[in-house]
């Protein structure tokens, strides 16, 4: 049970088809999603993207797209509502920055995905912060056996404050690293 007013997101990441998109639409529409993550193979599909935009829920990606360009030509033919660069995929923090300022032109949502909890994370949280457009980030929330940064102790609830520590923020737990270090 998600809870009122908790917004539902579904990741395909990338294994339907348009075809089966159009077919469960009515199934999908029930799920009232906040948006339809990376519905369709392959991730560049953008004509296909654009083709499902409202139809049912709004379409996010580019978690797989390996370039700003990439994400341009995305925003040039209106392929998502909501674009999720990965600073990791895209090519580091020009690359990324370079790609949300593509969206803000074309006046789309960003909310990058951060499924990390190392550098790619804090770089993302910084990055998150530095640009007003950007609303959320998206985050895993899960309990590993142990973690590289102390990325629970900048997380309230579902609020993460940004690290005021020098660089990026990321400052790697030596004591984790030794553990589990491999020979």
């Known amino acids: 049970m998600l809870g009122s ?14 075809d089966f998109v159009e077919q469960n639409r009515r199934r999908l529409e029930t799920l009232d999603l906040a948006w339809l993550e990376e519905p369709v193979f392959p ?3 953008f004509l296909s993207l654009k083709r499902l935009r409202g139809n049912p829920s709004p379409i ?20 998502v509502d909501i674009l999720q660069p990965s600073i990791t995929k895209v090519g580091g923090v020009t ?8 969206a803000d032109a074309a006046g789309v949502s960003v909310t990058p995905h951060s499924p990390y909890f190392g550098p790619g994370f804090f770089a993302s949280l ?12 998206e985050y895993l929330f899960v309990r590993p056996e142990a973690w590289l940064a102390d990325v ?4 309230h609830g579902d609020t993460v404050a940004v690290s ?9 737990d030596v004591e984790v ?6 020979p």
């Open 152 to 155: 629970e102790g900048v997380r």
């Open 60 to 79: 996010a990606a580019g978690e797989n797209w390996t370039t700003a360009r990439q994400c341009q030509d995305a925003m040039a033919i209106g392929a």
């Open 177 to 182: 690293m030794q553990r589990y270090r491999r």
């Open 126 to 137: 910084q990055i998150a912060a530095a640009r007003p457009t950007v609303k959320a980030l």
């Open 95 to 102: 690359e990324c920055l370079t790609a949300i300022a593509s």
């Open 5 to 18: 007013g908790r917004p539902l997101c579904v990741d395909v990441n990338c294994a339907w088809s348009v």
């Open 164 to 172: 005021q520590a020098p660089g990026i923020g990321f400052e790697p």
């Open 43 to 45: 991730p560049e599909d």
